[in-house]
């Protein structure tokens, strides 16, 4: 009998690999799921991270899970959910794509059509489901949810009779709990900041420009003109150090707090 150590050894490798996926995947989820399907999951949460839909971003979640993806979904413009950053997850049962995976917001929203658990019920996650819908068009169905709530199937039955009755009300309610639960003023306060680094540093390029002109007019050459940029730019950039930008974002945040406390409070008396 002919002896293939080398068939052998790469067949043993297999199941050991094959085996050690099936350990990882049972233990993170108690869900085993056809290794073709973890593929397609794979294959599914890359073109989120490469090509993301307007408005969703992928992120990780802690326990490293095929079984759940999560997902932050920006409030579109023109709703009572704008600004607001929603954290969401999207569980895969064994048989998926068989059948469909189930949507919780994670971060609290006032919405008709999320349960005060934060189930989300939408017709694509149910009767509308087909197992060649993708993860990302689930996605983009959640976040149109929020621009177009169904009050006819919701979950949250005050927030869909007052969406009915008292737009304007429901919009208030809306937007209060957006401001409390899912805006981070630092983050915002931060970006801020950036901004104005950016337009410091646009205003320093203008002087290292007229600086140069200035230069060439009065010497006739551009001799040493790029050494100089440099103190340029620091004598500009010395008035805003470091440590005053983050004494704004300090005092801006402390503000945001107590406006954030007094929301908390408008909450518990509606």
Not at 12 to 30: E, G, N, P, R, W
Not at 50 to 61: M, Q
Not at 133 to 148: A, D, E, G, N, Y
Request: net charge negative; aromatic share 8%.
């Amino acid at each position: 009998m002919v002896n293939f150590p080398y068939i052998e050894f790469f067949t043993a490798s297999y199941f050991i690999l094959k085996k050690i996926t099936y350990i990882k995947v049972s233990k993170m989820s108690d869900i085993v799921l056809n290794p073709q399907v973890i593929s397609r999951i794979l294959t599914e949460i890359r073109d989120l991270n490469r090509k993301p839909a307007e408005g969703i971003k992928f992120i990780d979640n802690e326990e490293n899970s095929v079984t759940e993806v999560h997902a932050i979904i920006s409030g579109p413009e023109g709703t009572p959910f704008h600004r607001g950053k929603f954290r969401m997850k999207l569980c895969l049962s064994a048989d998926y794509p068989a059948s469909p995976p189930r949507g919780y917001f994670l971060t609290k929203i006032y919405h008709p059509n999320v349960s005060s658990n934060g189930d989300i019920c939408v017709n694509t996650l149910k009767k509308d489901w087909s197992p060649e819908t993708s993860l990302k068009h689930v996605l983009q169905v959640i976040r149109c949810l929020l621009i177009v709530p169904f009050p006819e199937s919701s979950l949250n039955d005050e927030a869909g009779k007052l969406f009915m009755d008292s737009y304007d009300e429901f919009a208030r309610r809306a937007k209060l709990m957006t401001e409390v639960h899912a805006i981070d003023e630092t983050d915002e306060n931060e970006e801020e900041v950036d901004d104005e680094n950016e337009n410091e540093k646009t205003i320093a390029a203008t002087i290292v420009k007229v600086t140069n002109v200035s230069k060439v007019s009065a010497t006739g050459t551009d001799e040493n003109v790029e050494a100089n940029n440099s103190e340029v730019i620091t004598t500009v950039f010395s008035s805003t150090d470091n440590a005053a930008l983050k004494q704004k974002v300090k005092k801006a945040s402390t503000s945001n707090d107590k406006d954030k406390d007094k929301k908390k409070k408008s909450l518990k008396r509606l």
